[in-house]
């Protein structure tokens, strides 16, 4: 937010991989990170989802860069509520995260030794990112959801695997469920879905812009689980970026992202 007007001043356009740009209301900027010193800015910002806001990043001056988690908890929640198919007053985001997300700082938490060979749960209900679940997906929905979102540190060094618990508020079978997510998502370059029962691994998407999402239904119990993998270095950071650098300029989306993943 230092540097961002700087650019703008000089007719350029941004993408910023900071939480700066991500919010409308400087309120709920401010009551997660800091003073917001130049809210008039954040009006026109665009949140940087291709996958939810591709013609308004077209357009935009500023992208605000969505942040690792709320990229894979949304991607796996916005054909539900695109179609209104499950209750918002129960939808859990359960996200497992490689180190690498924390970044480099050295820091005790982010050591090996204190990483290696354990899991651990942290921020419950106040982790940074939990906002911008919530905002994105009530402003879609056009009411206030608030979502139940345990972000869990794990001994690898990257990816997010992100497990969705969502009841439905229709009956419907897994064959249903999985049509609605090929019909949203037919024409998007870096969306897979996994085969029926099959759901993805991080290793699935290492080194790679990708997210594939994996979907199971209890039809008789109305329930359902959506699991999404993606690289936080890269579809839940840089990689997202130059997405949305490619929107803006007009180049072809996928340029200089058509890898294939790391493994196998």
Not at 6 to 21: E, H, I, M, N, P
Not at 28 to 53: A, N
């Amino acid at each position: 937010m230092e540097t961002v007007p700087l650019f703008v001043q000089r007719g350029k356009r941004v993408v910023d991989l900071s939480a700066d740009f991500r919010f409308k209301d400087p309120a709920v900027y401010e009551k997660w990170y800091q003073k917001h010193s130049c809210p008039e800015l954040l009006k026109e910002s665009v949140y940087g989802l291709p996958e939810l806001h591709r013609e308004k990043i077209r357009k935009a001056r500023i992208v605000g860069n969505p942040g690792c988690y709320p990229t894979g908890a949304l991607i796996g929640l916005i054909p539900l509520v695109t179609k209104g198919m499950i209750s918002y007053e129960t939808v859990v985001v359960d996200s497992k995260s490689g180190v690498s997300g924390a970044g480099r700082d050295v820091a005790l938490g982010s050591l090996f030794c204190e990483v290696n060979e354990g899991v651990k749960a942290y921020n419950i209900y106040k982790h940074r990112h939990l906002p911008e679940i919530e905002g994105e997906l009530s402003q879609l929905a056009k009411k206030k959801i608030a979502v139940s979102f345990v972000p869990h540190l794990i001994p690898m060094d990257r990816g997010i695997l992100t497990t969705l618990y969502v009841n439905f508020n229709q009956k419907v079978k897994e064959e249903d469920v999985v049509n609605v997510f090929e019909e949203h998502y037919r024409k998007e370059p870096f969306i897979r879905l996994h085969p029926r029962g099959k759901v993805p691994n991080t290793k699935d998407v290492r080194g790679s812009n990708y997210c594939d999402i994996g979907i199971v239904v209890d039809e008789l119990g109305g329930r359902g689980v959506i699991v999404t993998a993606i690289d936080n270095l890269v579809k839940g950071a840089s990689g997202e970026a130059v997405q949305n650098m490619n929107i803006m300029l007009g180049y072809p989306e996928t340029m200089g992202l058509d890898v294939v993943p790391l493994w196998p």
